[in-house]
C-alpha cells in the first residue's frame, strides 16, 4: 500500500530569529536563572489575607506572566507586539505602586470591577449571538448588579464614580475608570516608574490602537508620494520592549519584597539587578528613566 501522505509540519515561532537573539544577548539565557530564582521567592512565599495585599499580589504576578510573554515575542523578533504587551505590564506595575501608597484605594478598584462586567454584559446581550437561557441570565444578573452600584454610588453623600459635567446644574455622569486621577498623574506618584511614561505608557498606545503612527511602522519611505511595506523581524523594538519589561519587573519585585518582607527577596534581586546591568549594559534605574 502507498504511504499515506504526512501533513504539513508547522513550527510556531523562529529557530533563526531565537539564535539571532541568544547571539545579540548571550547573557539574557545565562543569567536567567537568577531573575528566575527572584520570581520563585517573590510568588511562593507571600501570606496575607487583606483586600489590598491581595490585589497587589495578583497585579505583580500578572506582571510576570507578562513579562514571560514579551521574552516569547521578543526573541522571536515580534518586537511591536512586544510593545503592545508591554503597556498593560506597565499599567499594572503602576496601579500595584498606587494601592502599596493608598490601600484605602483599593475598594473603589475592586468594586468598579462591577461596573466594567455590567458593561461587558450589556455589551454581550446587545452583540452577541445566540446565547444559553444559562448564560443570558448570568448576563442579565451582572448588569442588574452594575446598575444598582450606579445607582448607590449617586446617592451616595460623596459618590466613588461620578465625575462632574455642568457645575452650575450639577450634572454628572459615570466615570471611565475606578479613580479621579487620570493615569499619567497616577504614575508621576508612584516614585521611579514615573520615568517609564513615554516608553512603556505612550509609545505603545499608538500601536495598541488605530493611529497613524502604527501604520507609519510598518512601512518605509521611498521617494516623495511612495513607501514600502516593511516586513520581516523587528528586532530593535523587541529588544527595547524586552529591556523595558525586564527593568518592569525588577520593581514589581522589589514592591513584593517590600510589602511582604519575603525573606531572601532583596538578596536575590540584588543579584537579578547585576544581572541586568550584565544583560543591558545600563543599570535599572537608567532604564527606567533615560536622559532625554
Known sequence: MPESPQPPSLIVGSPEEWASFAEARPGF??????????????????????????VIFLSSRLCADEFREIFLLS??????????????????????????????????????GVIQKGKF??????????????RVERLKQAKADKDAMVAEDKQATSPRFQVSVCKPCSTTRLNHTWTRLDFVTMAKQVGTLGGFLASCYHEPTFHTHGTVIALEACTESVGEDAFKLLFGP???????????????????????????????LPEALDLAGKAYLEVWGLDVDAAIAPKP
Open 75 to 112: 526573541a522571536n523578533g515580534h518586537g511591536l507586539a512586544a510593545l503592545r504587551l508591554l503597556r498593560g505590564m506597565y499599567e499594572r506595575a503602576v496601579t500595584a505602586r498606587f494601592l502599596h501608597l493608598h490601600p484605602e484605594a483599593t475598594q473603589d478598584f475592586v468594586d468598579y
Open 234 to 264: 523587528r528586532r530593535k523594538e523587541a529588544a527595547r520592549a524586552l529591556m523595558l519589561a525586564h527593568a518592569i519587573l525588577l520593581n514589581v519585585l522589589g514592591l513584593i519584597a517590600e510589602r511582604f518582607q519575603v525573606a531572601g
Open 29 to 54: 539565557f545565562e543569567k536567567h536563572g537568577v531573575l528566575r530564582a527572584a520570581i520563585d521567592l517573590a510568588f511562593t512565599k507571600v501570606q496575607s489575607d487583606t483586600l489590598p495585599d491581595l
Open 121 to 134: 454584559a450589556s455589551a454581550l446581550l446587545e452583540n452577541a449571538g445566540d446565547l444559553s437561557q444559562e
